[in-house]
């Protein structure tokens, strides 16, 4: 389906001409209570879309589009079990992950082995955490474990990464969390450098076990541990974990079957982090607060699969994306989380947005006609007040933000820091800045401050800079779940309406299929240069030369 044929695309085209000669000013003036009305809330999370170039028409007019491109239909369908992942034949089941009643995949409840699934990993994180009466996971020496370093890449690698960082607050002082995904051996050596083999566990983290950066990364942690125990073997055991699918290929590297924690086909990588691949999240933070993490995501799932579109929060979150994406032909989207423990929260969005909806060929295998995923970046604030506010405020094209911030900080770890002086100066940027972006600055106001009047233009902030505000009472397990649900159900709805399939990701196969072939030619005392490009056989003889 050609969705910009739909008369609904047509109204929204029409009713962009209307909004584009208002201004936020106006909006706000004329209604006393916008705040109040275009604010929801789904679980913990306090969504706040005043500041946006909407209307109470546009959001009709948006859920009117979400309903013609089948929406609800395709919601319900993935709730339901069926293959929605058409390219790949593969069910979309991440909500099962933390579901509490059946689920059934081709007929069979799945929830039996998520939750054995679960219990192995609690069993296995609490000996190595040295939980009261668990049976304590002990290195080949007989040494408890002290560092646990996550061995994946992409999702196996940005889930847990941001969420260990997330709540390191209740990791405790006595096991440190690592991560290693680039294949650049300096990564691996700089997360190990200062290890001891005797006193370390791996978590090879890899759906397949033949993922060419982790499995590389794998084997070089492997050769350090038997290098440390004398080529012993048997030490692999009891230094590494799998997550995979693949028994075979674990058994083969030497860990033990007992040591796999296993998932599944229909959970995609990007959207894992509440599977086996959470891990090393569990073993930081513990299985309980693992369990209230999950009970957060069930929150923000049951909302998303319950409500009516037109109060259904991550529905209309996604579907004021797709009007300033598609309506006004803005290109790129920021995520500015005012907390440092989220620093790598923008990070794990852009996969999640981008590898899912970055596509331009839609679900009938035909091109879209429409442009699809924006650009997905940011930092933590205030640090990025000092690097690109510049451009959100001032630059030529608006860049619609979501700011993310806490009533409360997050419990301190040492004495002698005002935290909560802190954390006052942090929410009033948070709030300044939402304000500043929607408002700007007139060129009377600058000029009522006694400005020189060839400064008045660079001190002008023209606002209609929309945001997002999402606030919640603090950062703990449960709501880190609810943040994390609410932006896979807001990236599946944009492919929904897109057209899309967000649950393939064909466009990171080619470079893969390259690398493995030129990885074999810059060894190969038979390259012929006129396999390739002349600049990239330049590029392979280079490094022939600078390493015969």
């Not at 405790?172 to 290693?180: A, D, E, G, Q, T």
């Not at 049951?302 to 004021?320: D, K, Q, T, Y």
């Not at 794990?348 to 331009?360: F, P, T, V, W």
Request: charged share 20%; net charge negative; glycine share 8%.
């Amino acid at each position: 389906m050609n969705r910009s044929e739909l008369p609904q695309w047509s109204a929204l085209a029409e009713h962009q001409q209307v909004m584009r000669v208002g201004d936020l000013r106006a909006l706000f003036s004329a209604d006393t209570t916008r705040a109040d009305r275009l604010t929801w809330t789904v679980g913990d999370l306090t969504v706040d879309f005043s500041k946006h170039l909407i209307s109470v028409e546009t959001i009709d007019l948006l859920v009117e589009l979400a309903a013609a491109t089948g929406v609800a239909d395709r919601r319900d369908a993935m709730f339901a079990g069926a293959r929605i992942n058409t390219t790949e034949n593969r069910e979309v089941l991440h909500t099962a992950l933390r579901a509490d009643s059946p689920v059934h995949a081709d007929g069979t409840d799945v929830l039996p082995d998520v939750r054995s699934t679960l219990r192995a990993m609690r069993a296995a994180t609490e000996g190595i955490r040295g939980a009261p009466g668990a049976d304590r996971w002990l290195g080949a020496s007989g040494r408890p474990i002290e560092t646990v370093v996550n061995i994946g890449i992409g999702g196996s690698d940005l889930g847990p990464l941001m969420a260990v960082r997330a709540l390191d607050h209740l990791r405790p002082s006595s096991l440190k969390v690592r991560f290693v995904s680039n294949v650049d051996g300096a990564h691996l050596d700089a997360a190990i450098a200062d290890l001891d083999p005797a006193t370390t566990l791996f978590v090879v983290a890899s759906k397949t076990f033949t993922t060419i950066e982790t499995m590389t990364n794998a084997r070089s942690a492997r050769d350090w541990v038997l290098g440390a125990y004398g080529g012993d073997e048997s030490s692999i055991a009891r230094h590494f974990v799998a997550l995979s699918t693949n028994a075979e290929g674990v058994a083969a590297f030497g860990i033990e079957p007992s040591n796999m924690f296993e998932f599944w086909d229909w959970v995609g990588g990007r959207y894992s982090l509440d599977s086996a691949i959470g891990f090393s999240l569990m073993c930081a933070i513990g299985a309980d607060a693992f369990d209230d993490m999950l009970a957060g995501f069930r929150t923000v799932d049951e909302h998303f699969r319950n409500e009516p579109l037109a109060s259904n929060v991550p529905v209309l979150s996604a579907l004021i994306g797709v009007w300033y994406r598609n309506f006004w032909g803005w290109q790129s989207h920021a995520v500015l989380p005012y907390c440092q423990a989220l620093d790598r929260f923008p990070a794990y969005l852009q996969q999640l947005d981008m590898e899912s909806n970055g596509k331009q060929v839609g679900v009938d295998g035909q091109p879209v006609t429409i442009d699809t995923a924006p650009i997905v970046w940011g930092e933590a604030g205030t640090n990025g007040q000092h690097a690109f506010y510049q451009l959100l405020h001032q630059g030529t094209t608006p860049v619609p933000c979501d700011l993310i911030g806490f009533l409360r900080p997050e419990p301190a770890r040492v004495d002698g820091i005002d935290r909560e002086l802190h954390h006052r100066l942090l929410f009033a940027n948070l709030a300044a800045q939402a304000e500043a972006l929607a408002f700007g600055k007139t060129a009377d106001e600058v000029r009522s401050e006694n400005v020189a009047e060839s400064l008045v233009a660079h001190k002008t902030f023209p606002g209609n800079r929309p945001s997002t505000t999402i606030t919640a009472p603090e950062l703990t397990p449960n709501v880190l779940g609810q943040l994390v649900a609410f932006y896979e159900h807001r990236v599946f709805v944009q492919g929904a309406v897109w057209g899309i399939n967000s649950f393939d990701q064909w466009g990171v196969e080619l470079g893969k299929v390259l690398a493995t072939r030129i990885g074999a030619e810059l060894s190969d005392e038979s390259f012929d240069p006129a396999l390739h490009d002349s600049s990239t056989s330049s590029l392979i003889e280079r490094f022939r030369a600078a390493n015969p």
